[in-house]
């Protein structure tokens, strides 16, 4: 199995106040192609730090971030967006959908920033969320969606430049527990159709347990 992520000895420090505080202290991580990894902790563990840092949304970060072969330290800020454009998918607990654009059109937006044809943007877009179970929802905006409809269009924009890694942020964390269920299991089915692989950030054991592997933060360190 080839690795997509390969996280090695990495650290994260924040002072406030003349105190540091260690979020992460010498993590290492790897996820292969197509597996689905469960990160398991509490609130405050340092899961979306880990995910921030592994995502290239903020620096500050001491250790080796590899993503698809490439090491994050020596990218340029052109070369680490075209990373997270094109090889990298996100979901969060909040879906941060553009409320003024309906849900094709969010599943499209992300397409077209890499040149995909507008014809060809909507197929995929259509696509994936029929798959999702909103084919009769594609015109709707975010404020005429369920909280389970928004996340399974969050779902669908991640997925829809087919990254090798989607990072989600306790996804399902906003919704009741008979939806969680039903987006994590669509989440985890469409992530296998597409042949991605997944870290999923979560506090929830029944949850993670759904995945093909666990790892545990605690610490600062993984387990």
């Known amino acids: 199995m080839n690795d997509v992520l390969k996280v090695t000895d990495l650290k994260r420090s924040f002072t406030q106040a003349d ?19 469960a990160l398991l902790g509490p609130s405050g563990s340092g899961k979306s730090t880990l995910l921030q840092a592994v995502g290239l949304l903020e620096g500050g970060f001491d250790g080796s971030i590899m993503i698809g072969g490439e090491e994050a330290a020596r990218l340029t800020n052109d070369g680490r967006t075209r990373v ?3 090889s990298l998918g996100f979901v969060y607990q909040f879906h ?8 094709a059109e969010n599943v499209i937006l992300p397409q077209m ?6 014809a060809d943007a909507r197929r995929r877009a259509e696509a994936l969320l029929t798959a999702l179970g909103l084919g009769h929802r594609l015109d709707h905006r975010p404020s005429q969606l369920s909280g389970g409809e928004q996340q399974r269009v969050a779902v669908a924009r991640a997925l829809a430049n087919q ?8 996804p399902t964390g906003n919704l009741d527990e008979t939806t ?6 669509e989440f985890l089915r469409l992530v296998r159709e597409e042949g991605s ?6 506090h929830n ?3 993670a347990a759904k995945m093909d592997r666990v790892v545990r933060l605690h610490g600062g360190t993984l387990e």
């Open 113 to 118: 920033i890499r040149d995909v044809s507008p």
């Open 96 to 103: 941060h959908l553009l409320p003024d654009f309906n849900a």
């Open 205 to 207: 054991e029944r949850l």
């Open 180 to 185: 969680a269920d039903v987006v994590l299991a």
């Open 84 to 86: 997270r454009r094109d």
């Open 197 to 202: 692989a997944a870290l999923v950030a979560t």
């Open 163 to 170: 990254p090798m890694l989607v990072l989600a942020d306790e």
């Open 19 to 37: 105190v540091t505080i260690d979020v992460l202290r010498g993590v290492n991580l790897t996820v292969g192609a197509g597996e689905i990894v």
